[in-house]
């Protein structure tokens, strides 16, 4: 029996030695905007959004990994707050972001779910759309974005990759995001 669980031990750690290989990626989940005060005063309340975004990337030896990420975030608006006037319009806040993302596996501990951390920088473009009264006001917005990240990865065959993801998102002109969400990752040989 010992034999069995030593064989089960080894199989598992092979699972996560995947090392000098490109792979896909792939992510949705549900995402939370936090939108702060701006410069005129006005501030709002998002609904819970979604998240969905896709990745190519390299991983190198020591679990490190860094990938070109395209993700897409909505949010749709709960309360817009102006000059002290609480108001409930229809609309949304989407954002699309391009990314370059480095993380490390934290593969210490010899689990066969490998959790890690991550950083991200890139450019985000930010769309507003608000109706009220059958007025629609637009805001784009685009700049520099940054982000953390930390995840649960669980090895489901030699080349795929489930994982458990938290994000914390920052666009250089408005709030930030928070969004939680699941990813598929695919290794090639």
């Known amino acids: 029996m010992k034999r ?13 030695a995947r090392e000098n290989t490109f792979y896909l990626s792939g992510m949705s989940g549900l995402n939370w905007l936090y939108l702060q005060k701006q410069r005129d005063g006005t501030t709002g309340n998002f609904k819970t959004g979604w998240l969905a975004g896709g990745a190519i990337g390299f991983r190198a030896c020591g679990g490190f990994r860094i990938e070109l990420e395209s993700a897409y975030r909505r949010n749709s608006v709960n309360w817009i707050e102006v000059d002290g006037d609480r108001y409930h319009p229809g609309g949304a806040e989407s954002n699309t ?3 370059i993302n480095l993380t490390q596996d934290i593969n210490c501990f010899r689990f066969c779910a490998i959790p890690y951390v991550g950083f991200g920088a890139g450019y985000a473009f930010d769309n507003g759309i608000i109706s009220v009264d059958d007025v629609e006001h637009i805001k784009k917005d685009k700049g520099f974005a940054w982000q953390a990240i930390l995840g649960l990865n669980y090895p489901l065959t030699c080349q795929l990759e489930a994982g458990l993801e938290y994000r914390f998102f920052k666009p250089q002109l408005r709030g930030f995001d928070q969004s939680i969400g699941v990813a598929l990752r695919y290794y090639f040989w």
Do not use: D, H, N
Not at 4 to 16: D, G, K, V
């Open 97 to 99: 972001s391009v990314m």
């Open 4 to 16: 069995y669980i030593f064989a089960l031990i080894l199989f598992a750690s092979s699972l996560s």
